[in-house]
């Protein structure tokens, strides 16, 4: 019997160290055999992945990926978190959203594990005179209140100052944020010279007599939701915090007052990495700026999960994109955590999606137990690579929009926006081509699913950065598709004709099944084609069958009526195929012009 040494976890003591280069050549391997001939550095670029900003993802990170010290929680540069305690003491601000005059269902949200309120008041949301009404219950010393009111930010927040007074809230009990964003508001709608004096004066008083309050909010999320990447985030979130100490400073607040009136927005996405290290970078950043300032403060973060990534066919796939978003933003570090609910992109939520919405952090925290340790990613090699990465990404696009002028300047002349566009532009390409699926949308779509309904929401304003959403393009084929079956009783369809038994032909007619349902197509499989009520017709099947029968079957089926035949798998030359599907193609432009040759308007 061998008796191992009593010298701790020494399972692997026997087994000799592997190196870089053996694992290399083990990749060299796996990638010649599929026709790649690459060697050394280059076999493992074949396996990394592009991401936005010109970054690389790395199939592989090691103790050699170097990134700078991130110090400790509570220490500048706050790459682990603005507080040594991070939110081991109970959990980040689990902050719901509220944009209708709805005061039983802040109760039920306040009541059932929401900590902290964010309240779209004004024209776009919330009567400012509703205010008292929708907060009559609401422990107000114990609830902070965060406003996002606009152009009303001054009315909203005298408002809700006064119900702090007349409620009896002791000054230093008040906490939340009054939400002026003049830059973010004029991303959203175009509406330039908002009068700062106001909201100075408002974080002069904050300052001065409400120290749990603050008085801005720097939004990234305009950026974010008009396609923007996450550098580009960063940085116009940079350049608007700039702007802001700016303003303040010349109204007679400190730097060190005027930066602590500023809270930070940000999205979370499912790109779990990416989200973690976009917050810790952001601390990174903007512990920079300040230090530059003369005043190192840590960054306050608010993290909401995107609303770009919303899905409004099968939106409950959104409670999945918005768990793996949460835990993103918790292991990030985000301060507050906003989780909309999975039906936000349909309309007003209804008390279930308000309840599984809330519950995620709930979950999180308490079941989890993910906020028990700070930063949790942290010592990860790829996390502080990335983290590195995207900081010198980040500060990069902020220098660039400093050079013109600052933010405002950026805005105004539209060069932020066609940066934006031409970022979300190279993005839809990918979507088209469903480089980058979107589950339940264009991979593994329900065209008998029942789209679920809710009541309209306010209007979000609008006439100034574009409001962007991943499944758009395949959204408005789904839509020719429903006013088709509403109109004619069907849906549009085609038929697969597959050749050979199922071992050869599953896989592609699985392929060619779920790319023309992600438009709004119904397949049918059964049958003959002249049974089907089809018009069009997809060959599926292996190479070696294809280019045994391809040509014969294509010209049988025209011949008896198919307009316009495709051909799972790559291009080849078959006579009387029409058309190739294949992975990579551009989905949308397949489908699109399928669905004009049938009459699918």
Known sequence: MTVLPDDGLSLAAEFPDATHEQWQRLVEGVLRKSGKEVSGAAAEDALSTTLEDGLRARPLYTADDSAPDPGLPGFAPF???????GNTLGGWDVRQQHTAADGAAVLADLENGVTSLWLVAGADGIPVSSLDRVLDGVYLDLAPVVLDAGREVEPAARELLRLYQERGVAKEAARGNLGADP???EARTGDGGFDFAPVAALAGLCAEEYPGLRALTVDALPYHEAGGSAAQELGSSLATGVAYLRELTEAGLTVQQAASQLEFRYAATADQFLTIAKLRAARRLWARVTEVCGAPVGQVQHAVTSPVMMSRRDPWVNMLR??????????GGADAVTVLPFDHALGLPDAFARRIARNTSTILVEESHLSRVID???????????TDEL????WEFFQQIERE??????????????????????RSAKLAKRREPITGVSEFPNLAERLVEREPAPVPPSGGLPRVRRDEAFEALRARSDTHLAVTGSRPRIFLAALGPAAAHTARLTFASNLFQAGGIEPVTEGAFEDSGATEVCLCSSDTLYEERAAEVAGELK???????FLAGRPGQYPDVDAYVFAGC?????LSATLDRMGVS
């Open 405 to 426: 002028g600052g933010q405002a300047a950026a805005l105004r002349s539209g060069r932020l926006g066609q940066d934006l566009a031409r970022t979300w532009e190279a």
């Open 322 to 331: 918005t768990t793996v978003a949460t835990l993103a933003a918790g292991v």
């Open 559 to 565: 011949a008896t009526g198919a307009g316009h035949v």
């Open 586 to 590: 551009d989905a949308v432009a397949v």
């Open 79 to 85: 790459v682990r978190g603005g507080r040594p305690e």
């Open 183 to 185: 830059l973010g508001h």
């Open 376 to 386: 949790p990613a942290g010592g990860s090699w790829y996390v502080e690579r990335l």
């Open 391 to 394: 900081a010198h990404a980040g």
